[in-house]
């Protein structure tokens, strides 16, 4: 069983930036892949960047260019460093983790993942 923590959620102002980390623990670590997922009040969550342990990354196209996923496998910590914040961009974030290997959108696929944290609130205001 992994268990997964998140951390890093805050408030701050449209253009800012926070730095989200997942911590994972458990039988398989932080597993073959992990993501981040979020959703905002009144929406479905959806996938906003993936990581396979070849290092394959996958970014929802709304996040692409500010928003940038890396794992250190040493320490089983998943980060999401966020600039330029939106206020679209508020929503609880979670973070994900599967044993199987996954690639391309397949890392964004939320029935792909069985492993979930339980998350962090991101609030960008204007």
């Known amino acids: 069983q992994v268990q997964l923590v998140e951390s890093g959620g805050g408030s701050v102002q449209v253009g800012g930036s926070l730095t989200l980390s997942c911590a994972a623990s458990?039988?398989?670590?932080?597993?073959?892949?992990v993501a981040w997922f979020r959703q905002a009040p009144g929406k479905e969550r959806e996938g906003v960047a993936g990581?396979?342990?070849?290092?394959?990354?996958q970014y929802a196209d709304s996040v692409k260019g500010r928003f940038t996923i890396s794992r250190d496998n040493a320490k089983n910590i998943l980060y999401l460093q966020m600039n330029s914040l939106k206020p679209e961009d508020t929503g609880m974030y979670y973070c994900?983790?599967?044993?199987?290997?996954?690639?391309?959108?397949?890392?964004?696929?939320?029935?792909?993942?069985?492993?979930w944290g339980q998350g962090t609130q991101v609030t960008v205001s204007s």
């Open positions: 994900a983790a599967d044993e199987l290997q996954a690639s391309g959108d397949f890392l964004l696929v939320e029935s792909h993942f069985n492993y």
């Open positions: 458990g039988h398989s670590g932080s597993g073959n892949c």
């Open positions: 990581v396979n342990s070849d290092g394959d990354t």
